[in-house]
Nanobody, 126 residues
Framework: VQLQASGGGLVQAGGSLSVSCAASGADFSNYVMAWFRQRPGKEREFVAAIDIVNKRGVYADSGKGRFTISRDNAKKMVYLQMNSVKAEDTAAYYC????????????????????WGQGTLVTVSS
């Protein structure tokens, strides 16, 4: 599967922004999808993931209550809606995919994901 992230840009603190990831290839509905981010000078970190069957979202503490991950299997798309953004949300956001389900604890681990898209840059101005 190939992944193409888009939707990044400049947003004011407290505002909202949605980033999207388009997937190509078959069996998208059988892929766990996730968003990771890499803040300036920091290592890549987990943001959110969405399961296959029940489309349950899993979130890093940093995004709980502010971020929502969703997927549209018919369109082969995954989205990350970010509300009440903060300066510390400034980062390159990457979508990732893995075939088949994984334990809940594994959904936040980057080495569980085989496929990665290029990053889309989100800049939050304070």
């Amino acid at each position: 599967v190939q992944l193409q992230a888009s939707g990044g840009g400049l947003v004011q603190a407290g505002g909202s922004l949605s980033v999207s990831c388009a997937a190509s290839g078959a069996d998208f509905s059988n892929y766990v999808m996730a968003w990771f981010r890499q803040r300036p000078g920091k290592e890549r970190e987990f943001v959110a993931a969405i399961d296959i069957v029940n489309k349950r979202g899993v979130y890093a503490d940093s995004g709980k209550g502010r971020f929502t991950i969703s997927r549209d299997n018919a369109k082969k798309m995954v989205y990350l809606q970010m509300n009440s953004v903060k300066a510390e949300d400034t980062a390159a956001y990457y979508c990732a995919a893995r075939f088949g389900r994984v334990a809940l604890s594994g959904m936040s681990t980057s080495n569980q994901y085989k496929y990665w898209g290029q990053g889309t840059l989100v800049t939050v101005s304070s």
